[in-house]
């Protein structure tokens, strides 16, 4: 079975400061593909990143970055300098190869204060 | 507009009525997904649609829950006799790749469904 964990139900910040959001997945499948998703107060989910099973390199998009590691299931997510405008529910999904149901995970509300 | 557009972005209703929910797939997109999110929650999935067949439906709760794509376009999320339960935002996506095959989804704005 496949499973999506974000175990941070919200977290807040101050403007400037880093912070990381957790994502652990669970599959037995060797070819899948995990997501990081951004949805903002207007509701519609904006897709931030997608990485395949077979590449562990990490990623770095201006602020944001992701740490890949299959060796502990993990995806996560940095954003460095944290704005206003990042606050949002972010959430991690997971699909696998075999399927195309995309499995979410129940989300991280990352509040940022001026 | 290009992205995904559903209608209508709010319906409340009382339960026992039927609702239609309206899926306007981004053009071109052939895959089209339809997901439930409650409070709080993340999105499930609901069902899936290549071309104007159902693919893949085994997210749908019950046989209240019913989806058609006729044209392989626009798509309509039926309920049946609405219970309290059903109160949810109902996502609609498209991608031009299914998204098994690494295809980027596009979610619409979701449909705010309030049973009282």
């Known amino acids: 079975a496949q499973k999506v964990t974000q175990a941070q139900t919200e977290i807040s910040v101050v403007e400037k400061e880093d912070v990381t959001l957790d994502c652990v997945y669970e599959?037995?499948?060797?070819?899948?593909?995990l997501f990081w998703y951004k949805q903002p107060p207007s509701g519609e989910l904006v897709f931030l990143i997608r990485r395949n099973s077979f590449d562990e390199q990490n990623e770095i998009s201006g602020r944001y970055s992701w740490n890949f590691q299959k060796s502990t299931s993990s995806f996560n997510f940095t954003i460095t300098a944290s704005q206003v405008v990042d606050s949002a529910v972010y959430f991690c999904a997971l699909i696998t190869h075999n399927t195309d149901k995309l499995i979410f995970g129940t989300g991280t509300r990352l509040q940022v204060f001026p | 507009g290009a992205g995904v557009s559903q209608t209508p972005s709010n319906k409340v209703t009382e339960k026992g009525k039927y609702v239609e929910l309206r899926c306007d797939p981004i053009s071109g997109h052939t895959a089209l997904y339809w997901y439930r999110q409650s409070l709080g929650q993340g999105p499930e999935f609901l069902i899936y649609f290549q071309g104007t067949g159902a693919a893949d439906d085994s997210g749908l709760p019950n046989d209240r829950f019913f989806a058609v794509r006729p044209e392989g376009s626009v798509s309509t999320l039926k309920i049946q006799r609405t219970e309290r339960g059903d109160s949810a935002v109902y996502l609609c996506?498209?991608?031009?790749?299914?998204?098994?095959?690494?295809?980027?989804?596009?979610f619409g704005e979701g449909s705010r469904l309030t049973v009282l």
């Open positions: 996506a498209s991608s031009l790749l299914l998204a098994g095959s690494s295809g980027e989804l596009f």
């Open positions: 599959t037995r499948d060797t070819t899948y593909y």
